[in-house]
């Protein structure tokens, strides 16, 4: 029989998927059982929708999705406590729709960290703290987010303190995407070379791993994974995908040649890549602490319309009708 992708990383790290609740029951809930052994909700624990009014938290979904994770025995990376995306308009404005001052959102900050990381204490192992604080481009560290304005650039060791305050023993983290861009890799390497120095209760860094067939190179991987290893962090790959598609920032309208499918081509080069992708993985044991797939399945992905409305996405190891691609066995059996 076929090995699941658990079991064949079982000595090296757990391997997740980003989920909704509508994938908990029937055939996809049973493909994440047999093949996974950590989930990360998708959607349900950003502030937007884990937190939509001021009195007000959603605890439904992301409830659903822990009771799914512990019933059977997969562990959970809550995603994300601070993040400029999501997050709902009445964070950073008081009752006359006026902006909040830093004392203000740094209250409501802490209020919010506290309850979420307070009520799956214990159950959550790990948590994205902080989500994309750095822009891609540009010579500066921060992103010019409201929480950047409003509170200055510690909005972040706070997110941690407060988080760590919450659990003390779940596994802090700071995920970004684009890590392999040198120029932003070196700001996010200063970003948590400064959070380190001070003591912030920092813990990992997410590699979010959106990448193509086309991208990254295996030395621009190791290259990440070795240099944000060298500041003492765990290093995780938290949304992993390979779009068949080259990335592009932007979004456009559909051309012809964005109506390409699957070919064998792609397909032989997406599994070269994956190939890839899965041996620097292995080679980094005992680093590498976690490996996450964003999503479950080529039949929905976050790529499906993104960056350019109407055009389809195969990213994943499963195809539309939730079986292993082809080449699935090159990735387990090794
Ligand atoms: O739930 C609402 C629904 O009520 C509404 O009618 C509908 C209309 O657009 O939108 C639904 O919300 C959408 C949500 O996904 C749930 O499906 C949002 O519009 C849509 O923007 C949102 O997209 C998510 C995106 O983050 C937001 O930026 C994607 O599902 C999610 O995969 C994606 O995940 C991010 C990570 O959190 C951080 N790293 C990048 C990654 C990919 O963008």
């Known amino acids: 029989a076929q090995k699941a992708l658990k079991d064949a990383y079982q000595d090296y790290f757990p391997v997740g998927v980003a989920v909704a609740p509508r994938n908990l029951s029937g055939p996809e809930a049973e493909l994440i059982v047999r093949q996974f052994n950590s989930i990360t909700p998708e959607n349900a624990m950003k502030m937007g929708p884990i937190h939509p009014e001021p009195d007000r938290y959603a605890w439904e979904a992301p409830d659903a999705i822990v009771a799914f994770a512990q019933q059977n025995g997969m562990k959970v990376r809550?995603?994300?406590?601070?993040?400029?995306?999501?997050?709902?308009?009445?964070?950073?404005?008081?009752?006359?729709?006026?902006?909040?001052?830093?004392?203000v959102l740094l209250e409501r900050l802490k209020q919010h960290i506290t309850d979420v990381v307070?009520?799956?204490?214990?159950?959550?192992?790990?948590?994205?703290?902080?989500?994309?604080a750095v822009p891609d481009t540009g010579t500066a560290i921060y992103r010019p987010s409201k929480f950047y304005e409003i509170i200055g650039e510690d909005y972040i060791e706070k997110a941690?303190?407060?988080?760590?305050?919450?659990?003390?023993?779940?596994?802090?983290?700071?995920?970004?995407?684009?890590?392999?861009?040198s120029a932003k890799r070196a700001k996010i390497f200063e970003l948590l070379k400064k959070?380190?120095?001070?003591?912030?209760?920092?813990?990992?860094?997410?590699?979010?791993?959106?990448w193509s067939v086309y991208e990254p190179s295996e030395a621009?991987?190791?290259?990440?994974?070795?240099?944000?290893?060298?500041?003492g962090l765990a290093v995780q790959i938290t949304e992993l995908d390979v779009s068949i598609h080259a990335k592009e920032h932007g979004?456009?309208?559909?051309?012809?040649?964005?109506?390409?499918?699957?070919?064998?081509?792609?397909?032989?080069?997406?599994?070269?890549?994956?190939?890839?992708?899965?041996?620097?993985?292995?080679?980094?044991?005992?680093?590498?602490?976690?490996?996450?797939?964003?999503?479950?399945?080529?039949?929905?992905?976050?790529?499906d319309n993104f960056p350019v409305r109407g055009r389809k996405d195969y990213p994943l190891l499963f195809d539309e009708k939730l079986?292993?691609?082809?080449?699935?066995n090159r990735i387990v059996d090794f």
């Open 78 to 103: 809550g995603h994300t406590l601070c993040w400029h995306n999501q997050t709902p308009k009445w964070f950073f404005t008081d009752a006359a729709g006026k902006q909040v001052t830093r004392e």
């Open 118 to 132: 307070s009520r799956y204490k214990g159950r959550i192992y790990a948590w994205d703290v902080v989500n994309e």
């Open 160 to 181: 941690f303190e407060y988080a760590h305050a919450a659990d003390p023993s779940a596994k802090l983290f700071y995920n970004d995407y684009n890590t392999e861009s």
């Open 195 to 210: 959070l380190k120095a001070k003591n912030v209760p920092v813990h990992g860094v997410g590699l979010q791993g959106h």
């Open 220 to 231: 621009e991987l190791q290259e990440s994974i070795s240099r944000f290893a060298s500041l």
């Open 251 to 303: 979004r456009r309208e559909l051309t012809e040649a964005d109506k390409t499918v699957l070919t064998p081509e792609i397909l032989a080069k997406q599994a070269a890549q994956y190939e890839m992708l899965f041996k620097i993985f292995r080679k980094n044991r005992g680093v590498l602490t976690g490996i996450t797939f964003w999503n479950v399945s080529d039949k929905t992905t976050w790529l």
């Open 323 to 328: 079986q292993p691609k082809a080449y699935f």
